[in-house]
């Protein structure tokens, strides 16, 4: 069974820095596509990055020249490096993995405040 664990979130003051990791397990084949997700407050999900196995990456317009995805192929796992974090970057960040299929991880919450 494939899961993905989210880790690293938590309460910074405006222009602070955070970094995300996921974890993923039960998987015996690296996964194409992995990204971070996020949904705010009244809010859609929306992707704030993906990272594909062979180094693609696409940034969602908001979050450019702040936020890093990176990932580590060897343990099929990605990380988030958030810095200058403002107010509207505060969501649930959710990982997610896909192969043959889609899976997302539980969320991590991200607090932008004073």
């Known amino acids: 069974q494939v899961q993905l664990v989210e880790s690293g979130g938590g309460l910074v003051q405006p222009g602070g820095s955070l970094r995300l990791s996921c974890a993923t397990s039960?998987?015996?084949?690296?996964?194409?596509?992995m990204g971070w997700y996020r949904q705010g407050p009244g809010k859609q999900r929306e992707l704030v990055a993906f990272i594909t196995n062979i180094g693609t990456i696409k940034y969602a317009e908001s979050v450019k020249g702040r936020f890093t995805i990176s990932r580590d192929n060897a343990r099929n796992a990605i990380y988030l490096q958030m810095n200058s974090l403002k107010p509207e970057d505060t969501a649930v960040y959710y990982c997610n993995a896909e192969n043959a299929e889609v899976y997302w991880g539980q969320g991590t919450q991200v607090t932008v405040s004073s």
């Open positions: 039960g998987s015996v084949t690296i996964f194409y596509h």
